[in-house]
């Protein structure tokens, strides 16, 4: 069949395209100084030029380890433009967690931050990179990115990919064992954001706060690369500050930003948030979680409507979506697959669950990755023979077609017999007037096989007691799942995504 036909949805083209459309807009915003569409694609393609004559060409990989800086976007979509493969790193791990990614990935050219580059450094004799390149100063062993891009011409012309072509390793966070690579092709993501463009109607006058870490695919690819698809601005953030983001809003105008539940409850707290001008928002997205009621409210009253999404790395990572409109309906649900993707909740022998019996939260579409890089047999578990991607996920679809994630399958605790939901009895305990946040994990217990454990971080002077902890619950849960063991904390531990993690204070508290 002839192929002339196909539309190029590579990423690098994507970004060229919209340069050519809308040259003068502004594209970028960081630390004070703004990139024009056709200002940003000129870094693109003079870095596409020197990426090229270093030895990078097309499925070669190249990394940026960082905090968020316009180095990352212009190193990807440079990346992109050659038909190379760019690999985000966690700017969160040690060197031999980073030992272990850029050798699994083979990476041939790695940009890192002036913050960063001593944990490469610390084990450059292991790893296979031929290239260095400081994103922000020239160093020892590390040239200068700026210096690069200015003794570079521009890039000709981008390389022809096709939609099936990978354009993105994202590793997963390794919370169990090692961490797996996602290969994302360029028609993940260009499906993906097809899915939010019908979910979310964002336009191309948007003006888009990004804070959480671009690495992760929540900060990317939520509303960072679909703003620039739609020519709208990126206001860039380093990271998440509660403080510079709510002035942020109100200097830049800001109507939309991605964050998880953590990063909306830190900014409502602050005393400036009564007085920021919100008027120029139009729509938060937030993942990671659904929205507590009180939270929910809280900036509703602000005239600020929440879209919950619910998401994986492996799906670019766009699942389902609960518009503004069912938040208050539907609360705690994930909402329903987009326009292009489908979700099932399956049991274990693969068939569709009924109305509100649990089961594995799956979904395929476009958007659903071509595999774990070097890991067929992990491909294979995660995606069946019917191509549908097993999300590790428990949840239920209700009478009307809404999602509701349960909690992830292996943090579900048996007691007694019975099944209890993290989840459901962390929604409960939240609306406690003493606590900020709380963590319900299993512990080993001798009687009832595990224990129901609340790991609770309290507002600052209080003191809580199990018991009470247990009344104030008791109101809405079943006895059996209400928590029998009570810690406190000052932070519960998160993975960047701002997912709390479980396993470190399962580990703690044994």
């Known amino acids: 069949m002839a192929t002339h036909n196909n539309p190029d949805v590579g990423l690098g083209r994507m970004i060229a395209r919209r340069a050519a459309l809308s040259p003068n807009d502004r594209a970028l915003t960081f630390e004070g100084s703004t990139w024009s569409y056709a200002d940003l694609l000129e870094q693109i393609d003079r870095l596409a030029s020197s990426l090229r004559d270093g030895g990078v060409s097309v499925g070669d990989r190249v990394a940026y380890l960082g905090f968020n800086h316009p180095a990352f976007l212009i190193s990807m979509f440079a990346t992109s433009r050659l038909g190379a493969i760019f690999v985000p790193l966690n ?152 403080e510079a983001a709510i002035e942020a809003i109100e200097h830049h105008g800001i109507t939309t930003m991605f964050g998880v539940p953590a990063m909306y409850l830190f900014m409502s707290q602050l005393p400036q948030f009564e007085t920021t001008d919100f008027t120029s928002v139009r729509l938060f997205t937030v993942g990671g979680a659904p929205v507590p009621e009180p939270l929910l409210h809280l900036y509703n009253a602000r005239g600020i409507p929440f879209a919950q999404g619910y998401g994986l790395t492996e799906t670019s990572p766009f699942v389902a979506l609960l518009e503004p409109r069912y938040a208050a309906d539907k609360l705690g649900s994930a909402g329903k697959s987009p326009l292009y993707s489908e979700v099932a909740v399956l049991d274990l022998s693969g068939d569709p669950c009924p109305v509100r019996v649990s089961g594995e939260v799956c979904t395929r579409g476009p958007n659903v990755m071509a595999g774990y890089w070097n890991r067929p047999e992990a491909t294979a578990d995660a995606i069946d023979a019917k191509g549908w991607f097993h999300t590790g996920d428990l949840g239920y679809v209700d009478a009307d077609g809404f999602l509701f994630v349960v909690d992830r399958i292996k943090d579900m605790i048996i007691t007694g017999g019975e099944n209890v939901y993290p989840a459901e009895v962390e929604s409960v305990l939240y609306n406690h007037p003493k606590v900020v946040e709380v963590a319900i994990i299993g512990m ?67």
């Open 444 to 510: 080993p217990d001798e009687r009832w096989g595990e224990a129901v454990t609340a790991v609770v971080s309290l507002k600052a002077g209080e003191e809580l007691s199990l018991e009470e902890l247990r009344t104030f619950g008791g109101e809405n849960l079943a006895r059996y799942k209400l928590p029998s063991r009570l810690e406190t904390i000052d932070v519960l531990p998160r993975n960047p995504a701002g997912k709390v993690l479980k396993y470190k204070l399962r580990e703690q508290y044994r």
């Open 91 to 242: 700017f969160r791990l040690t060197s031999g967690e980073l030992d272990f990614i850029v050798n699994d990935a083979g990476v041939h050219t790695i940009l890192a931050d002036d913050l960063h580059k001593a944990a490469l450094d610390a084990i450059r004799a292991k790893l296979p990179c031929e290239r260095y390149i400081g994103a922000e100063t020239a160093s020892e062993g590390w040239e200068s990115l700026e210096q690069t891009i200015e003794s570079s011409a521009p890039l000709p012309e981008g390389v022809k990919v096709e939609a099936d072509d990978v354009v993105l390793i994202m590793y997963t966070s390794g919370t169990t064992g090692r961490p797996k690579g996602a290969m994302l092709t360029h028609g993940n993501i260009a499906w993906n954001n097809v899915n939010s463009l019908h979910g979310m109607a964002m336009g191309n006058d948007e003006i888009c706060l990004v804070v959480a870490p671009l690495f992760h695919i929540g900060g990317l690819n939520v509303t960072t690369i679909v703003t620039l698809q739609k020519g709208g601005e990126v206001v860039l953030h380093r990271n998440f500050n509660p």
